[in-house]
């Protein structure tokens, strides 16, 4: 039976392990997008992802898809790209406008799980310093990027866009190399696609994910606006 989440509270997600098999991770309904809960909820391994008309769905799947900082996976071509440096990566300079080209249309699905109450939730927590922008930009113009949420030494990777050609592997190989150089040791990308996967994203088990969280999650973070030092070599 489903857990169904009080909105006048902020009470304790039930354990992953009472998540349900079909539909793969689900866990809880209701509740709301509070930054209390939301941190609440990244803290255990969970995540909201419903669409428009549902009410708030809580999930933690398993398998889950994750990275690890160190088994990154860079294509040739993505390489060359990367070297030729006709791109800026800036970080937290335009967070609602990336969530907003995030919910854009995209051709291999219909309508967005990124509603304009997601939208405000994490607009809060990036106020507060937790969620952050990763923005590639040509002339001078958002181009891709991606957005997430920081905690302890765990990132917690939510949606990512491009506009032009592989514009949002630019912009996640340098968090990757980022947060690598900040001890960040686990990513989380939620489900598996082909395209983590062919960044080097891999699934493991739902306990080991929780169990490397424990440990990552308590570790001193670094909230706040973001500022990478870090630069692709030429």
Request: include cysteine.
């Amino acid at each position: 039976m489903i857990h169904w989440l009080a909105t006048d509270q902020v009470e304790n997600f039930p354990p992953l392990s009472t998540a349900l098999l079909e539909p793969n991770g689900l866990l809880a309904v209701g509740g709301d997008l509070s930054p209390q809960r939301l941190i609440s909820a990244y803290r255990s391994g969970i995540f909201p992802w419903f669409n428009d008309e549902d009410p708030i769905l809580w999930w933690s799947p398993d398998p889950r898809m994750v990275l690890f900082p160190s088994e990154l996976s860079i294509s040739r071509s993505l390489h060359k790209l990367l070297k030729k440096h006709h791109y800026e990566v800036r970080t937290d300079a335009s967070f609602r406008e990336v969530m907003q080209a995030c919910a854009g249309p995209r051709k291999t699905q219909a309508g967005t799980w990124i509603t304009n109450e997601m939208i405000d939730a994490y607009t809060t927590l990036h106020q507060m310093g937790v969620a952050h922008s990763v923005e590639t930009w040509m002339n001078g113009v958002l181009v891709g990027g991606l957005y997430g949420v920081a905690l302890g030494k765990m990132f917690y990777g939510e949606s990512m866009f491009s506009r032009v050609s592989d514009a949002s592997k630019i912009a996640f190989v340098h968090l990757v190399k980022q947060l690598e150089i900040w001890g960040f040791e686990m990513i989380d990308c939620q489900m598996k696609t082909q395209h983590l996967a062919s960044l080097g994203a891999r699934e493991i088990s739902r306990n080991e994910f929780a169990l490397r969280l424990s440990k990552l999650i308590d570790i001193s973070d670094r909230s706040g606006t973001w500022h990478f030092d870090y630069t692709y070599p030429s």
